[in-house]
């Protein structure tokens, strides 16, 4: 790699580093505004990628099925009176609206769900940890969202909001506890990992 950097067109240090080498190899790439969101370490492995798959629009919603041919059928799979996308999967439909109702009256907060990525990198939040927990919250979310769609397209059964809470409450609490975070969130006011 060094002999790489230094044929390179790069402006050449003084010396080479191997951190100088490895900016060089990795190259230039862009900054994304939902990279604290996504790439957060509280996240569950299957949480983020969903989560990078939602913020980039690349989940397989009934709208792309639709234009790949694949299915004629673009309605909601949970209340049918829209056509499904990630607008209205993750935020408009009544069903999401009822989930991050719950969401936002367990962690106290006001989450506008129609931009919550704008609204989490802004936030400013005291506690590193607290803000890694909301942020696994709402990705959370969104992941048991998705797999309820699924679930209703596949089962033609309907997860109550109140499931799907639950659901993310033990994901976050299971994942706090792996962080070995259960000791310090009882000394803290604020408490979002009791269920
Ligand atoms: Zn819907």
């Known amino acids: 790699m060094k002999g790489g950097f230094a044929a390179g067109t790069c402006?050449?240090?003084d010396k080479y580093q191997v951190s100088s080498g490895y900016n060089w190899l990795m190259g230039q790439h862009q900054h994304v505004p939902w990279y604290p969101l996504i790439w957060n370490r509280t996240l569950l492995p299957r949480h983020a990628f969903i989560g990078w798959l939602i913020v980039q629009g690349r989940l397989m919603t009934r709208d792309k099925l639709f234009k790949f041919g694949i299915t004629t059928d673009q309605a909601c799979a949970i209340c049918f009176s829209q056509n499904e996308?990630?607008?209205?999967l993750f935020s408009?439909?009544?069903?999401?609206?009822?989930?991050w109702d719950l969401l936002n009256e367990w962690l106290g907060l006001s989450i506008p769900k129609t931009r919550?990525?704008?609204?989490?990198?802004t936030w400013r939040c005291p506690s590193l940890m607290k803000k890694q927990i909301v942020g696994a919250a709402i990705v959370a979310l969104?992941?048991?969202?998705?797999?309820?769609?699924?679930?209703?397209?596949i089962e033609?059964?309907?997860?109550?909001p109140r499931y799907i809470l639950r659901q993310v409450?033990?994901?976050i609490q299971g994942r706090c506890q792996?962080?070995?975070w259960t000791l310090k969130l009882t000394k803290l006011p604020w408490e979002p990992v009791y269920v």
């Open 85 to 88: 996308n990630h607008q209205h």
């Open 178 to 180: 792996e962080r070995k």
């Open 169 to 171: 409450k033990q994901d």
């Open 116 to 121: 919550v990525v704008d609204w989490y990198i």
């Open 156 to 160: 033609a059964r309907v997860l109550a």
């Open 92 to 99: 408009d439909c009544t069903y999401s609206t009822l989930c």
């Open 11 to 13: 402006l050449l240090p």
């Open 142 to 153: 969104w992941y048991h969202i998705w797999h309820a769609r699924n679930i209703a397209r």
